[in-house]
């Protein structure tokens, strides 16, 4: 994919997420307060009525109360009785008495004469309500005036709602049920929408394009009506989204430039490499070391392949370098000798005659780390130190000052040590003398020139000779033809690798290797 759609992609994916999440989160947040605002008017509703009632029923006190007054209206007495039933109840603004239908002396104003408007209201038991007009003009409050027998009092209407409106914009309202009179309301309540809600006769709370509550009262005949904005927040939505797109749109470039880095990071060899050692994609192929003599397998070499997630197979000669001057080749190692013995550890302790050799970087030769690790697979397989060869190439081996007590202690310890890839590099006589080693391995590159009878390189008989004298063991690398190996053979080099007998293959194939020329054998 070129960067640019890679891009185009991220940004695509990532402001995808971005305004999922914002959306999410608008939609979540408004049904939270949605939630809670018809939670303020189930609360707010219950609450008014309760005040509702509790003036109503000092109005019902008071005038009961005065009922029972035996003497003669609006004298002194009388006047005195009216203001002290106006100061005994907190909500009572005023309290008249009343002949036929004048009022003729208040508790406020003394002695009157003042012709009663028709009630609005009239109620079982004798009452009967109306409202009257107080106050500057310009500036005028309604009263509620409720009467029984000859008595009046007179309540301030905003008494019935007198709670802290901490959201205003709840509707709320005070009604009589008889026949749909509001007492009092907030401000900006709808009247036709109150009456119709006190109509209906479904069940409460009830939604009908937004949420109402009517709570009525069991004790007087009033009722209150409340009611949430109508969908206020819901229609918000789009508009809040909408408001939200510009930052969301600079979030998803952010986030897009931190992605691209953050994969930009991810893709370098260092990474890739410790995600393979994580993920134990390192593994050990296995190809086949024959005795030239007899012809039989006597063991493998342990050979790494990087097995990527996608199933790829890896060869060495591109990674094992790039792992050495990362410093991430002992791990690697570590992986390839765990591999091995789950691979073949079984059979190694079966089979005693067979060997795996491994295959050592300048690192694994710094010390005796190596050895550490293997002592615990040896043990838990059971397997001897002769079984595990190791191979070293000159490079690694040059310094014989400090590579010499190393593999002195790997040679203790019970391995054999070759030399690998011999002959491309210094190999001279005296480095040979100078390192405590069991063989060589001559490099596949010394057979390449042997095609069908022709005679081999001149190097190889010459290297040949000084293993010999050196009474170094043989192994030739690379042997892909029945002639080379007969020239190898017939100079006593004792083993030999190449495609000629098999390739590197996974451990589990190496056993069906190792079965079939046990098969065979047996069949001669
Ligand atoms: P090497 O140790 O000299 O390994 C022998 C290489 O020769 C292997 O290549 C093997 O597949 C190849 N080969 C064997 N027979 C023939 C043949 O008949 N013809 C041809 N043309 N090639 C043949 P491979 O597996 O690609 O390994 C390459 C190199 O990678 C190895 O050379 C070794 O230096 C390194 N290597 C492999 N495994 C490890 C390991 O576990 N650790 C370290 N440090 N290096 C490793
Ligand atoms: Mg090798
Ligand atoms: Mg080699």
């Not at 002396?105 to 004469?113: E, F, Q, T």
């Not at 749909?180 to 900006?188: A, K, L, T």
């Not at 550890?345 to 005659?353: I, N, V, Y």
């Amino acid at each position: 994919m070129s960067s640019r759609l890679t891009a185009l992609t991220t940004f695509c994916v990532v402001a995808f997420a971005v305004l999922a999440t914002l959306t999410a989160a608008v939609y979540a947040s408004d049904a939270v307060n949605e939630r809670q605002q018809r939670q303020q008017v189930d609360v707010f509703s219950n609450r008014a009525l309760l005040r509702a009632e509790l003036v109503t029923s000092e109005a019902d006190s008071a005038l009961r109360q005065l009922m029972s007054y035996p003497d003669t209206p609006c004298t002194n007495d009388h006047m005195q009785r009216l203001q002290q039933v106006e100061e005994q109840f907190r909500y009572i603004r005023e309290v008249a008495s009343t002949h036929d239908m004048q009022l003729r002396c208040s508790s406020l104003r003394g002695a009157v004469d003042i012709a009663l408007p028709p009630p609005e209201w009239a109620y079982a038991g004798g009452f009967t309500a109306w409202h009257t007009e107080v106050g500057k003009r310009g500036n005028e409050r309604q009263m509620l005036n409720v009467r029984l027998g000859n008595h009046v009092v007179v309540i301030d209407p905003r008494f019935y709602l007198d709670i802290v409106p901490l959201d205003d914009t709840i509707k709320l309202t005070v009604l009589e049920t008889q026949d749909g009179g509001v007492i009092s309301s907030w401000p900006h309540t709808d009247d036709a929408l109150v009456r119709a809600a006190l109509k209906r006769t479904g069940s409460s709370p009830y939604f009908e394009g937004r949420y109402y509550v009517v709570e009525r009262s069991s004790r007087y005949p009033i009722a209150v009506v409340a009611y949430e904005p109508e969908d206020r927040m819901r229609r918000d939505v789009p508009a809040q989204l909408r408001t939200l797109l510009p930052p969301a749109l600079v979030l998803s470039a952010i986030g897009t430039w931190l992605v691209l880095r953050w994969r930009r990071k991810l893709r370098t060899p260092r990474n890739a490499m410790l995600q393979g050692i994580r993920r134990r994609q390192f593994v050990a192929w296995l190809q086949p070391l024959v005795s030239l003599e007899s012809g039989r397998c006597v063991g493998a070499e342990a050979l790494v392949r990087w097995k990527l997630e996608d199933g790829t197979i890896v060869a060495p000669d591109t990674f094992i370098p790039m792992a050495e001057s990362l410093d991430l080749i002992e791990p690697i190692t570590d992986q390839v000798i765990r591999s091995v013995f789950e691979g073949v550890g079984a059979t190694l302790a079966r089979r005693r005659d067979l060997h795996v050799s491994l295959n050592l970087a300048g690192k694994d030769l710094a010390g005796t780390r190596v050895l550490e690790t293997l002592k615990a697979s040896l043990a838990k397989y059971a397997v001897r130190p002769e079984q595990i060869w190791f191979e070293a190439i000159e490079r690694t081996l040059m310094d014989t000052a400090s590579s010499a007590p190393v593999l002195e202690a790997f040679r203790a310890a019970g391995h054999r040590i070759f030399i690998d890839d011999f002959g491309t590099g210094y190999s001279s006589l005296s480095y040979l003398q100078a390192l405590p080693v069991d063989g060589i391995k001559i490099d596949r590159s010394f057979l390449r020139s042997l095609a069908s009878g022709e005679e081999m390189n001149k190097i190889v008989p010459h290297i040949i000779e000084m293993a010999r004298s050196l009474d170094l063991l043989m192994v030739a690398e690379g042997v892909e033809t029945e002639a080379q190996a007969q020239y190898l053979r017939g100079r006593g080099v004792q083993f030999a690798q190449g495609w000629l007998y098999a390739k590197a293959m996974p451990a589990d194939e190496f056993l069906r290797y190792l079965e079939r020329e046990a098969a065979r054998t047996r069949e001669t």
